[in-house]
């Protein structure tokens, strides 16, 4: 599975955040992100953001992704979106290895 790299997206604090329009190959509904300073390699989700900055399970196969109804409480700054492909479990930080 491969997601296309490094399309500009933004969340703004105090508000809900979702990313959408995820381009690749084999997107899946069971894919996730997560919002972190580097991807891959057990890198940490950035605090503020809802459930350790890992998506929900996303939607429109593969292309949508959200963190809820929750808000943004996370610092002002410039963050990587880290793919993870779904079959993989997604069950560690290093699962999160894609830069989109």
């Known amino acids: 599975k491969v997601a296309t790299p490094f399309a500009v997206r933004e969340c703004k604090l105090a508000h809900a955040c979702s990313v959408s329009g995820v381009t690749g190959s ?3 509904d069971t894919d996730q992100v997560q919002i972190a300073s580097a ?11 809802p459930n350790n900055a890992v998506s ?3 939607t429109g196969g593969g292309t949508n992704f959200s963190w809820g109804s929750a808000v943004i409480s996370a610092a002002v700054g410039i963050y990587r979106v880290c793919w993870c492909p779904g079959e993989t479990g997604c069950s560690t930080l290093a699962d999160f290895a894609t830069d989109i």
């Open 56 to 58: 929900l399970n996303t």
């Open 39 to 49: 991807c891959g390699q057990g890198a940490q989700g950035v605090p503020g953001f």
């Open 26 to 28: 084999y997107l899946d």
